[in-house]
């Protein structure tokens, strides 16, 4: 495992600054993988992970970097919470370790340094020094994992019978005896302009 350093580095290279969320992030992420027992996360332990984010801000950039989760490779899950908190899930052993930041450690960063006004800076320090108990929860849980969620499965394709996009394992939907694409069936995130 590199150390907390050299992980800050790298994802200050991958998110482009560095911030109090890379520091938070890089923390949640080395102790998700310290209480899992993975040390090698892009080496010999590369493909015990997957990890679940659930904010799509500064934070989760860094938990990327350290875990070497990558959404390419259907390790990293985003689900839309607006919370700081991540799951590390170990294939191997099924143990499922979630962690979210304390919404109490803004107030303690400033408390311990009301002395720097830049709200980032304060953080940036605050969250190097506050100890893991009073900056996380941290909870054991169970995260169910079909096949088709895992790194490596490989399933049928097959093609929608309205728009004739294919779809890749089981994101399809029936609808009155149709196969449909989640966007034909409703779903749309976008609106067609002809
Ligand atoms: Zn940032
Ligand atoms: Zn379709």
Redesign the pocket.
């Known amino acids: 495992m590199k150390t907390f350093d050299e992980l800050l580095r790298d994802a200050e290279v991958a ?8 520091i938070l992030g890089v923390r949640l992420a080395m102790r998700g993988l310290e209480l899992l027992g993975i040390d090698d996360p892009h080496g010999k332990d590369r493909k015990r992970l997957i990890t679940f984010v659930e904010i799509d ?3 989760t ?1 860094a938990v990327a970097v350290v875990t070497g989760c990558r959404l390419g490779k259907r390790a990293l899950k985003f689900r839309d919470w607006g919370k700081v908190a991540a799951t590390f899930v170990d294939i191997n052993t099924g143990k499922a370790i979630r962690i979210a930041a304390k919404e109490s450690s803004k107030a303690l960063a400033r408390a311990m340094h009301p002395e720097i006004a830049d709200k980032n800076q304060q953080q940036m320090l605050a969250y190097r020094e506050i100890p893991n108990a009073d900056l996380f929860t941290e909870q054991w849980v169970k995260v169910s994992l079909p096949p088709e969620e895992l790194p490596g499965y490989k399933g049928e394709r097959i093609v929608c019978a309205e728009c004739g996009e294919g779809i890749n394992f089981q994101r399809e939907v029936r609808r009155n005896g149709r196969i449909l694409c989640r966007a034909c069936a409703g779903e749309r995130y976008y609106e067609e302009i002809s």
């Open positions: 998110h482009g600054h560095l911030c109090a969320g890379q801000r500064c934070a950039d």
